[in-house]
Structures are given as C-alpha cells and as structure tokens.
C-alpha cells in the first residue's frame, strides 16, 4: 500500500509541476501580449485625444474619429476576425458598425485617456441583449454615449443625458431625433452593466438577486466588462489565477509529502539559496 501511494503521489506531484511551468509560460505569452496592446493603444489615444484636453473633448475626439472611414480596412469574412483584439476593431470598417465591437473599441481607447467607462447593455422584454452603448463619468455623472452612432446623449438644450434620463420617453425622443435611422427600440428601459443570466450555472443560483440584495451597487462598481472586451486581458486574469491555485496545490502536496509519507522531495527554495549563498559568498584562499 505505501509504494502504491507513494506512485501516485509522483504522478500527482510531476504532473501538478508540469502545470505549473504551463500556466507560468501562459502568463508570460498573456501578459507580453498585454502590455504590447497596452503600448499601442496608448500611442493610438494619444494621436486621436491629447491628454491636456478635457474629458468632454476626448470622448468627442474617440468618437469623431471612429465615424472617420476611408482609411480603415474591409473584410469579406467577418467570422476570420475577433471581435474582442482591439488591433482588429480599431482598423476594420465592418466591426466598427456593429454595436459590441464599436463599444469595445470606444472603451479601450477611452481607458487609456484616463475617462471611467462602462459597457452599458439595453435589454429586452426577453432579457436579451439588444444594443450595446456606453456610459462615461462626466462632472460627476454617468452620461451615455452610443460609439454605433458617434454620439453623445443629449437633451433638446444640449444637456447630457444619463440612462436614468434616457428612461423619460420625451428626453429619449429628443436625444435621438436628430440622428439618422436610430431605432426607437433600443430604449433605455431595461438596462445593466454585467449579464450573470449568461452563464447558465449562476441563473441558477440566482446570483443577481442574491449581490442585489447584499450589495445593491456591485453593478456599477467597478468596471469588469474588460474582461469581454479585450482577449489578452481574459486570457492573463486566467492564467494567473490557474497558476496562484496549482501554486496552492502544489503547497498542500509538499505538505503531505513531508507530513505522512516522508518522501524526500527537490526544494527549489532550498537549492535557490544555497546557490545564491555560494555565487555571494568571497571565495577561500588555499594556504
């Protein structure tokens, strides 16, 4: 019984570090990945919004800039391209007209001019998604803006709108009056920030009445829509995580390797000293 428990420790024990070097290696790829996109929509932000102008005139220069098209690309397949890398819905005309896409290109952008967003999602009567907008925190107020139609809500008097303003049917008419071929139906009635109902698991266990209950504000936050925006992000937030519970995993093995089956056992920290103790230490001179 020892020696077959002590196979099955090895086995566990090698193919928990194997994973470890995996999802380490993931880490790296994820997150050189991110910051090279981090760099180049820096460098983009700060071509289209300078950041001495105001947050008002950069949600105006994202926005201004999106509706400009003759120089982006056209893609005769939409299914080759990914709608959540932001090198691909920043330069290709189709993703731009389609609500998501153009959403997460505006909220990329905006985040790295320093403006709070958030990915606003109108519902309908079914729950489901109809149109995607976004809100922008302005002198203190959440205001929305449609990236699809390159606006900013406003009122008959230039007001800013915020959704709770959209949901008077008078202040939604006059917003949306003077832009060209605006559906009527994407109203602002029913709206949230983050679908739980998605993941079939937690429409379930009904968490969205449980946080509502516990904490009515935990949809507005913080933003946690980067997640489904932008790839490389989804992909680092995962790995890391995978790697802090094999880490665990591995400890509590150590633990049980050392505690009940007494197996000696390599310790990387162990042999990491003591090479670094040796590489420090002055070298003795032979008499």
């Known amino acids: 019984m020892p020696k077959s428990r002590h196979a099955i420790f090895r086995a566990l024990w090698w193919s928990c570090n194997l994973l470890v070097v995996v999802a380490f290696l993931v880490v790296l790829s994820s997150g050189f990945r ?8 820096d460098g983009f932000s700060d071509a289209i919004a300078p950041s001495v102008l105001s947050a ?17 690309a056209v893609v005769t397949n939409l299914d080759t391209l990914s709608p959540r890398d932001p090198h691909l819905t920043l330069n290709y005309q189709q993703l731009l007209r389609i609500c998501g896409t153009a959403t997460n290109a505006f909220l990329n952008l905006a985040r790295e001019d320093d403006l709070a967003v958030l990915r606003l999602l109108l519902l309908g009567p079914d729950g489901n ?11 203190r107020r959440w205001i929305v803006v449609d990236p699809t139609y390159h606006v900013i809500m406003k009122d008959a008097q230039g007001r800013f709108l915020t959704r709770q303003d959209l949901q008077n049917s008078s202040l939604f008419n006059e917003a949306v009056g003077s832009i060209p071929n605006y559906p009527l139906d994407y109203n602002y009635e029913h709206t949230t920030h983050v679908r739980l109902e998605r993941v079939p698991l937690l429409a379930k266990l009904h968490l969205r009445r449980l ?11 913080a933003d946690r829509s980067l ?10 937030t995962l790995a890391s995580l995978a790697a802090l519970f094999l880490f665990l995993v591995r400890f509590l093995l150590g633990g049980y390797a050392d505690s009940r089956l007494r197996i000696r056992r390599f310790h990387l920290r162990d ?3 003591r090479a670094g103790s040796a590489f420090l230490r002055a070298p003795e001179i032979e008499q």
């Open 227 to 236: 997640l489904l925006e932008r790839e490389s992000f989804f992909y680092l």
């Open 34 to 41: 991110e910051f090279s996109l981090r760099y180049y929509l």
């Open 211 to 221: 946080l509502d209950a516990v904490f009515p504000s935990w949809d507005e936050a």
């Open 271 to 273: 042999r990491a000293l």
């Open 129 to 139: 998604t109809k149109h995607v907008a976004a809100e922008v925190l302005l002198d």
């Open 56 to 72: 008002e005139s950069k949600v105006q220069a994202i926005l201004d800039c999106m509706r400009v098209e003759p120089s982006r």
